[in-house]
Each structure stands twice: as structure tokens, then as C-alpha cells.
């Protein structure tokens, strides 16, 4: 179902948000996982562009991060890799993406921190083709801020509330996007699907 209406949504405008897509168990075991991986010191500050350009700017991104590793997952996440698989699968008959692989990573945002204006490619990196994220807050409200806006490129911007299980996904090339600093902790598990690098010649 939650994948169906994903699905219809990216074909027709590049986009799709989908309230309670996910199981709320799945929801509520990666956000303990987040929590136990932060009070392990896992979390990093999150840097801005590649290589040699990246740079640490809390006034253009103020999240803290924590990349998931597929060799070695948590419970909760082995969970949650099968469920992107699905996703992934689905995705690929439904919209011929060619989909290859995912990299996610656990993002906490402290009260106060924003995410500018930005697409989430790279100059130099065209790998990643759908940008999705999953919220883990529980009982977010409008006054909490936080808001995600996603720009169309011909349409009027959209603001999502990071509700915990509400999944956003949208083409990676194609929506700027921004994120509004909230009064609260906000957290999110943000993924990238890939396609295959081509070899380098
Ligand atoms: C990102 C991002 C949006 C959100 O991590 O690149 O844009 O709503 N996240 O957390
Ligand atoms: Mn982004």
C-alpha cells in the first residue's frame, strides 16, 4: 500500500510523501537505536560538500550524523535494510530507476539546527537518484518547527511535518530543499539510492 501510493506519487510529480509508511514498530526501534548509538558517542557534526571541499558550516547545516553500516547492522536495522529492499525492488519495476544500492544515515538535528537550501547532489557525483526520508519523532506538532520544504521545480513549495513513519522521497536531481530549524530534537533516517557507479575511464 505505503509502497503504491510512493510510487504513484514520484511517476506523476518527482515526489511523494506518505504518512505512515512505515511499521510503527520498525519506527519506534530505530529511534531507541538512534538514542543508543548518539549515547555512544556514534554521532558526528555533519559537514558540508566532498572531498577535499568538505567543511564543517553549522550556519548552512546543523544536524549531527551517524551513517548505518549494511555489513554489521542492529536488529532494528537489519529491519530496516529488508524493508528498503522491498522499497528498492518496487521501485524499480514501477518506475525503471535502476536502483543498485542504498547509503543511510541516522540524522539528529539539536533544538535551534537547520538544514539550508540544497539538492543532494554533488557537483561532481551524479550516483544518487531518490533521496528518501523516514521521521522517528514522536507526536510532532506544527509548533515544533522543523518543517521540511521541498521546492518543485514549477509547483508551490511544500512543507512536511517530521512525524515519526511519515516517508518522503523525491528524485535526487530535480528538488531543492530545505530544512526549518525546530524547537525540539528532531530526528530522521535519511537514505540515497544509487545507481550503479560507472567504472571510471
Ligand atoms: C538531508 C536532508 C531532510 C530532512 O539529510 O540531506 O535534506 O527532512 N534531510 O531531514
Ligand atoms: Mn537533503
Request: hydrophobic share 45%; charged share 25%; aromatic share 8%.
Amino acid at each position: 500500500m505505503a509502497f503504491e501510493a510512493l510510487i504513484g506519487g514520484i511517476a506523476e510529480r518527482g515526489y511523494a510523501v506518505v504518512p505512515g509508511a512505515a511499521p510503527r514498530p520498525l519506527v519506534r526501534a530505530l529511534r531507541e537505536r538512534a538514542r543508543e548509538v548518539h549515547a555512544l558517542g556514534g554521532f558526528t557534526q555533519a559537514r558540508v560538500g566532498r572531498a577535499e571541499g568538505r567543511a564543517q558550516r553549522q550556519d548552512i547545516r546543523g544536524d549531527r550524523i551517524a551513517w548505518l553500516d549494511p555489513s554489521a547492522p542492529a536488529p532494528a536495522e537489519a529491519s530496516l535494510f529488508a524493508w528498503l529492499e522491498q522499497l528498492r525492488t518496487a521501485c524499480n519495476r514501477g518506475l525503471m530507476l535502476g536502483l543498485a544500492e542504498i547509503e543511510a544515515h541516522y540524522a539528529i538535528y539539536p533544538p535551534g539546527a537547520s538544514y539550508a537550501r540544497h539538492r543532494d547532489r554533488f557537483r561532481d557525483d551524479d550516483a544518487r537518484v531518490l533521496s528518501c526520508v523516514l521521521y522517528l519523532n514522536e507526536n510532532w506538532r506544527a509548533e515544533d518547527g522543523g518543517a521540511l520544504q521541498l521546492f518543485p521545480p514549477d509547483a508551490a513549495p511544500l512543507t512536511v511535518h517530521p512525524q515519526g513513519g511519515t516517508l518522503v522521497a523525491f528524485l535526487s536531481a530535480d528538488f531543492d530543499h530545505e530544512v526549518l530549524p525546530a524547537k525540539r530534537e528532531r530526528m530522521a533516517l535519511t537514505g540515497w539510492y544509487r545507481r550503479r557507479a560507472l567504472p571510471a575511464c
